[in-house]
């Protein structure tokens, strides 16, 4: 099972499912929704937190989140 | 029509929201609370025509109506209830035209509440980057409501979007037919039962009745018990419902703004400049490179440059007591008006130049949209002391003041590394404490240079800095186990474009900030000096009135000048104030301190910025009109210990009360804030206990080492 946080830089992919409903909640709002493409833009200089481009900007979020939002190579 | 009609200002952070703001009210802007909840509230007057003068509110920056963070909660609180003193008459969603669709979740929901709508289109010039263009006019048809281009950084578009607003409030607001997401489409009875037994009108809002009516203010809690009974018996699961919502207006909005949002070339997530500049400041060495120098010219500013306006200033103020001691008769009353108001006046306005630098640059940093980088670059470092990338903003704001520091932490989701930055915030070198510093500092180090452009005072100005800041992050990992909290937050946070900040916006963030350090902080610091005036004036029994003939027979040797200091040093003693310090200095010598600084550490409690203030009230007692040398400075290189004939300002007394101000929780205002923020008196009573054994703890070693 992939997820945000296996990307890696420059990698696309595309919203399947979230497995933690309250953030799905927020990412939703977001605009990151299944479906949607994804691409991974930057890891902070830490390793963490992440970078995303989706929806037309960019969303940075911690590594332990992105590993809720499970992610497919093609639809 | 309304003589004064209410318009609020709604949209998603970060777009322009505030520009837009200052630019239809300027510095008649108010800053103030929205009644029964401490979330700041702006507001101010915009004339729409001869006759109208409309109320401009703006609400805090949101995505959706579903609040995350606390301040987010009012914005709903306001929009649902019509009974509320702010409920807007027109809301103008503003929106990031570079971001449209996700923009358009919260004017979707906006729109569904059945509330008179205009739609202002911002940032356009970011599309352009973006290569998007956007057309307002199909926009407008497909919506139905007005659609107004704006450029609120430059006030493009002002004068069509208050056209728009005219004409939305001459127009009666026809009842709602067609949601962009009906709840009544799955839930009829659910939805009907609410509107029923609560008199709405409106499909929308019942839903946010059945969703969020614990977060209502205006519903009462014995109320709350029979929305749970209703949603029990129509099975309805809140955040599985919540989440189908999003996704079907996000369907929805696809098929909006699809005709409207053309691609001119490629598409650019970022424009190439943000794209750049992400590259060195998220760069693993030079993004923590220039973070530092940012930090490093802010101290720098804050000492150098500022300290040119405060020692004219400073200057001002004692040659102003001097002209006025020369020219008013000699009573009780003038002495009053020149050493006790006139001293106190000067202590407000000797920080002014501080304050509005570190309001301006951190303001910079916040309108130019590198702050989240730095949040973004911070994470994780923060997190290894049970702090948040977020923190970031209250423990640098907590550099100018606590307490809007500590209220900037409600932007932090998890309860438990907001808790922790609210605690160790007050650590961090607050301007109140520049001027003990700087004072301090100038007495006994010297100015030599260092690499050219660094001074030696420069550089222990940025020792205390960095020891406030270090002790803040070892005290949030010294507490973070003691903090309980099964609640999670989330980070999840946008990564705006990169903007040229606007002088005029960064302007009146200044200068709302310095008007409210006066005003509200102004007050105290003169109320304090003027009741120090008196208790060191006056005295128990009759010491003070037999001064001059106790000091006549004991030193009968002193003439003019020396005899009057002398009358003065006994008076002071003697005084309310003299005893005060007297009593407390066996508790406070071990650090070094005499009763004359015990009269200035209490005076300060109540807000440390008093601690300069007093003193030169202290000082200036018995100090003569005509002496060349009256200010602070020289006053307190003046002075004498009794004890060793030597000067009484020694490094060691001077680096002990350094320590002991950066640790020291002395401010009552963040006390009363702290108590507010967390909702007990559990937490600032925890936290001023522990300043404060640190503050003396420290202290004492730094004396005692020293001495």
């Given amino acids: 099972m992939k997820t945000i946080a296996d990307l890696k830089i420059g990698e696309r992919a595309f919203v399947k499912e979230f497995c933690q409903e309250d953030l799905s909640l927020k990412l939703l709002e977001m605009g990151c929704l299944p479906g949607e493409e994804v691409i991974l833009e930057f890891v902070a200089p830490l390793g963490d937190p992440v970078g995303i481009q989706v929806n037309g900007y960019c969303l940075a979020m911690r590594k332990e989140e992105a590993a809720t939002v499970i992610v497919e190579e093609s639809i | 029509m309304k003589k004064n009609p209410i318009i609020a200002i709604v949209g998603n952070p970060n777009i322009g929201k505030s520009s837009l703001f200052n630019q239809l009210t300027g510095l008649r802007q108010k800053v103030g609370n929205f009644p029964s909840v401490t979330v700041e509230k702006k507001s101010g007057p915009w004339m729409l025509d001869d006759a109208t003068e409309a109320v401009v509110v703006d609400l805090p920056g949101l995505y959706s109506l579903y609040p995350k963070a606390l301040d987010e909660r009012v914005v709903i609180d306001i929009l649902a209830n019509p009974q509320h003193q702010d409920y807007p008459d027109v809301v103008v969603v503003v929106v990031d035209a570079s971001n449209l669709k996700r923009n358009m979740l919260l004017f979707t929901q906006v729109a569904d509440l059945g509330l008179p709508v205009v739609l202002a289109l911002n940032m356009l010039d970011v599309a352009r980057d973006k290569n998007l263009q956007v057309n307002a006019v199909k926009l407008a048809m497909k919506l139905g409501v007005p659609v107004v281009r704006i450029n609120a950084r430059v006030g493009e578009g ?81 955040s599985g419902f919540q989440a189908a919502e999003t996704m079907h207006r996000y369907a929805v909005i696809d098929s909006l703004v699809k005709d409207s949002v053309k691609t001119l070339a490629e598409f650019l997530v970022k424009p190439l400049w943000t794209r750049r500049l992400d590259k060195v400041l998220l760069h693993p060495f030079w993004g923590y490179a220039v973070f530092l120098s940012v930090l490093l010219v802010i101290f720098q500013a804050v000492f150098t440059f500022a300290s040119y306006p405060m020692d004219l200033i400073d200057a001002g103020i004692s040659s102003l007591n001097d002209w006025l001691k ?77 307490v809007p520091a500590i209220m900037s932490a409600r932007s932090i989701g998890n309860r438990k590394e907001r808790l922790l930055t609210i605690l160790v915030t007050p650590l961090m070198s607050c301007s109140a404490r520049l001027p003990i510093y700087t004072v301090l500092i100038a007495l006994v180090v010297p100015s030599t240079a260092v690499l050219g452009f660094f001074t030696l005072q420069g550089l222990t100005l940025m ?200 640790f020291a929780m002395m401010c009552m205002s963040t006390i009363a804030t702290v108590k507010r923020e967390t909702h007990g008196w559990k937490w600032p009573l925890i936290q001023l206990a522990y300043m404060t054994v640190l503050a003396y703890g420290l202290a004492f070693l730094t004396y005692q080492v020293l001495q």
């Fill in chain 2, 326 to 402: 020369e020219r008013l008769p000699e009573s009780a009353l003038s002495d009053l008006v020149t050493d006790g108001l006139v001293a106190g006046i000067g202590g407000v306005v000797i920080f002014i130049p501080q304050i509005a630098f570190l309001f301006f640059l951190v303001s910079l940093l916040e309108e130019s949209g590198y702050m989240a980088r730095v949040m973004v670059i911070m994470d994780k470092l923060m997190r290894k002391f049970g702090l948040n990338g977020r923190s970031v903003v209250p423990l640098i704001s907590g550099v100018a003041c606590a």
């Fill in chain 2, 158 to 238: 002002i004068d069509n979007l208050k056209q728009a607003v005219l004409q939305t409030l001459k127009t009666p607001l026809a009842q709602r037919e067609k949601y962009y997401f009906n709840p009544a489409d799955q839930f009829p009875e659910l939805i009907e039962e609410v509107k029923y037994t609560n008199s709405l009108s409106n499909n929308y809002l019942a839903l946010h009745y059945v969703q969020q009516h614990d977060i209502f203010s205006f519903v009462p809690v014995e109320q709350r018990v029979a929305f749970d009974q209703m949603i029990e018996k129509y099975g309805f699961k809140e």
């Fill in chain 2, 463 to 662: 020792g205390l800095y960095l020891l406030g800041l270090l002790s803040a992050l070892l005290s949030a990992w010294a507490i973070k186990g003691k903090v309980e909290s099964a609640e999670t937050g989330y980070f999840v946070m946008e990564m705006p474009t990169y903007q040229i900040p606007r002088w005029y916006h960064v302007g009146i963030a200044v200068w709302d900030s310095v008007k409210s350090f006066v005003t509200e902080a102004g007050k105290i610091i003169v109320a304090i000096s003027i009741i120090l005036w008196v208790l060191a004036t006056y005295g128990p029994g009759d010491a003070i009135s037999k001064a001059e003939e106790t000091v006549q027979q004991e030193q009968p040797t002193l003439r003019g000048p020396a005899f009057d200091n002398a009358v003065a040093a006994y008076k002071l003693e003697h005084s309310y104030a003299g005893h005060f310090g007297k009593f407390i200095e066996p508790a406070i010598s071990p650090l070094g301190y005499d009763w004359k600084i015990g009269i200035a550490l209490l005076a300060s409690f109540a807000a440390r910025e008093v601690f300069v203030g007093t003193m030169s009230t202290i000082y200036s007692i018995g100090s003569e009109a005509d002496e060349d040398n009256n200010t602070i400075k020289a006053r307190m290189r003046a002075e004498v210990n009794p004890k060793t004939g030597s000067p009484m300002y020694t490094p060691a007394l001077a680096f002990s009360l350094l320590v002991f101000y950066v």
